[in-house]
């Protein structure tokens, strides 16, 4: 019998659903019925989410100072609230979760509204703009990166680490095997949904600098946007490597699993991702974030020495070159940044959510939670 319904909210975005994924597995193994309201852009993931139902609410982000577009984005968050209060009584979930993104904005509101316990899960070191604007509402705030104290919210705020999907807790179980002179070097370059078009042009020119013998061990798994595709596809066959390039992986876990060196963006869910699995990466912080939240996370990794971080404005490819060359003769090196970056990780985030969520749903309030765990 379950023991209740979980409302999940979360934007359409894999950073802002894959942590919620790895909740709501956690939850169903513990009784629970989950539910996910979202927006459509999350049905690329729908497959492998382990909702019992997922809810599409009409929701927009306020993002024109265009008096009538503004005009019409209320309206759409408006009709999406009274959408979520609707779905809401007819649930009547123990406890509604947002994951950040505009889409939790109506469920999250009419939650608190309804006075059904709620709280927020925020994955960066920096709030994002939905949850922020929900934080003073809601009853509790878990960060993956957020400090439990200095900080505006700190009084309601634990820090959970960011939850990981069940194949990365898998992928973690496989050791960090170095690649040395003269065998195959798996390079694995990623961008997210927004960063990937640097790293589109980048790449294939830094690899092009790179001497042949180099360039023969590389096997580059690489995301590229749908519109990219063609521009690398032909400079892959004109350099004769290696290479898998796609605008999705649905088994990228693997694939860093087998990673001697990750590039890419410093998402949350990245950061969170590579360091629990233990991989060197080179992070790249989206330049064009709104709170230059990625910049942050990619300080918690590098503060271990499992990463190394560079702007993007300092990064061109003769720079992604030789760091290449540097990295693919010095096997040793990328051995111990994997073992820093694992020092990093927080495998059990997904279990401590879950206690948390647990509690609020049972009326406890943060200082009960932390005074249950001292």
Request: proline fraction near 7%; charge should be positive.
């Amino acid at each position: 019998m379950s023991k209740g319904i979980v409302l999940l909210a979360a934007g359409g975005t894999g950073g802002h659903v894959f942590p919620a994924e790895a909740l709501a597995f956690k939850l169903k193994e513990r009784g629970y019925s989950v539910h996910l309201v979202t927006d459509s852009r999350a049905e690329r993931y729908a497959g492998k989410f382990p909702a019992d139902e997922i809810h599409v609410v009409p929701s927009a982000t306020i993002g024109s100072k265009n008096p009538v577009a503004v005009a019409r984005t209320l309206w759409k968050l408006w009709t999406g609230m009274r959408a979520a209060k609707r779905l809401i009584q007819r649930l009547k979930p123990v406890v509604v979760v947002g994951f950040g993104g505009y889409p939790t904005v109506p469920p999250l509101l009419a939650a608190t509204r309804l006075g059904v316990p709620s709280m927020l899960h925020e994955q960066n070191a920096v709030m994002g703009r939905a949850n922020k604007a929900l934080a003073p509402r809601v009853r509790a705030i878990a960060g993956g990166f957020l400090p439990e104290s200095g900080g505006t919210f700190s009084d309601k705020t634990i820090t959970t680490g960011n939850p990981v999907r069940p194949a990365i807790l898998a992928a973690a179980e496989q050791p960090y095997i170095p690649s040395h002179p003269g065998e195959d070097f798996n390079l694995v370059v990623f961008g997210g949904s927004q960063g990937a078009q640097y790293f589109s042009k980048a790449m294939p020119t830094a690899i092009s600098l790179l001497d042949d013998a180099l360039r023969a061990r590389l096997k580059v798994t690489q995301q590229v946007r749908p519109e990219d595709m063609d521009m690398v596809r032909g400079c892959v066959a004109q350099l004769q490597m290696g290479a898998d390039i796609a605008p999705f992986f649905n088994d990228m876990a693997e694939r860093l699993a087998k990673a001697h060196l990750v590039i890419c963006r410093s998402g949350a869910s990245t950061v969170s991702e590579i360091s629990v699995i233990g991989r060197p990466a080179v992070l790249v912080p989206y330049p064009h974030a709104l709170d230059h939240d990625q910049a942050a996370n990619a300080a918690a990794l590098a503060a271990t020495g499992g990463a190394k971080v560079i702007a993007q404005s300092e990064l061109s490819p003769e720079r992604i070159a030789s760091i290449l060359t540097h990295v693919m003769n010095d096997p040793e090196k990328l051995a111990k940044m994997a073992v820093a970056a694992k020092l990093a990780g927080k495998p059990d985030a997904a279990n401590l959510l879950a206690d948390m969520v647990e509690a609020i749903a049972a009326g406890k309030t943060v200082a009960e939670f932390k005074g249950a765990r001292a």
